[in-house]
């Protein structure tokens, strides 16, 4: 199993950024679509439950939304009361998110920035949270490192993901309805970004929670039933392999 590496072994694929960065910047629009179709369905509650479930103190909190996109979850906690930043290392994904909070009248602090290099300060945010990112990074052990720096003393990292590159490697991306907006150029670009990054070849979520122990967290536990109760139905914001939940507390 890979286990994270040491800092002198990371250095900075400029080329995979680059790629995983020009994708998601071209997607952004189709993905505020999808984005605004589940703030709107049922999916809205059900995500909503599941995050408050582990969170609690609304008015005091600070959480960061890390990989934001159009900002799902940024907006779903903002509504709840609860003090926001969301990151994306995308520009248009940041506009996007942006205008959805206003169209909303949220306050949300929607940031450039990569996920693998933050700019705040250490022990910033009580919670961290994140959704279908960190299959997209070139160092992941880097970036829950960064994670756990900014995070207070006992803070909370939720992280959901899924083994995506696994399943797509041997059935393609043809099929899934969270891809119907794609374009056949999208889909053989995001195939190729799959087989750019180390971590579509690590087993998950076993992985992670090697990681951040390393790291230092005690307490580390990964859910692989929690998509079943997150996507009720077969729909366009569910997926046909198994999502999982990475739940940290740091030291």
């Not at 400029?14 to 952004?28: D, M």
């Not at 053989?188 to 090697?210: A, F, H, N, Q």
């Amino acid at each position: 199993m890979a286990v994270c590496p040491e800092r002198n072994s990371w250095e900075e694929p400029a080329l995979i950024k680059g790629k995983v960065k020009e994708y998601w910047n071209e997607r952004a629009d189709s993905f505020r679509v999808q984005r605004e179709a589940e703030l709107k369905s049922g999916q809205h509650k059900i995500w909503e439950q599941e995050l408050l479930s582990h969170l609690t103190g609304k008015d005091s909190l600070k959480i960061l939304d890390v990989g934001c996109g159009c900002g799902f979850f940024s907006l779903l906690l903002a509504e709840n009361g609860y003090r926001v930043t969301g990151i994306d290392l995308t520009e248009n994904m940041i506009l996007e998110g942006r205008q959805m909070a206003a169209q909303r009248g949220m306050e949300v602090a929607f940031l450039q920035m990569d996920a693998e290099n933050l700019l705040f300060a250490d022990e910033t945010f009580d919670a961290i949270v994140s959704r279908n990112l960190t299959w997209t990074l070139p160092h992941p052990a880097r970036a829950y490192e960064e994670w756990l720096r900014i995070l207070k003393p006992g803070g909370l990292l939720l992280n959901y993901d899924a083994e995506h590159a696994r399943y797509h490697f041997s059935r393609g991306l043809e099929g899934e309805k969270a891809h119907e907006m794609l374009s056949r150029g999208q889909m053989e670009e995001c195939m190729e970004i799959y087989g750019m990054l180390p971590i579509s070849g690590w087993k998950r979520p076993d992985w992670d929670t090697v990681c951040l122990r390393q790291l230092g967290c005690a307490k580390v536990e990964a859910d692989q039933t929690i998509g079943k109760r997150l996507f009720l139905h077969e729909d366009q914001f569910s997926t046909p392999y198994p999502v999982f939940r990475i739940k940290a507390v740091k030291e």
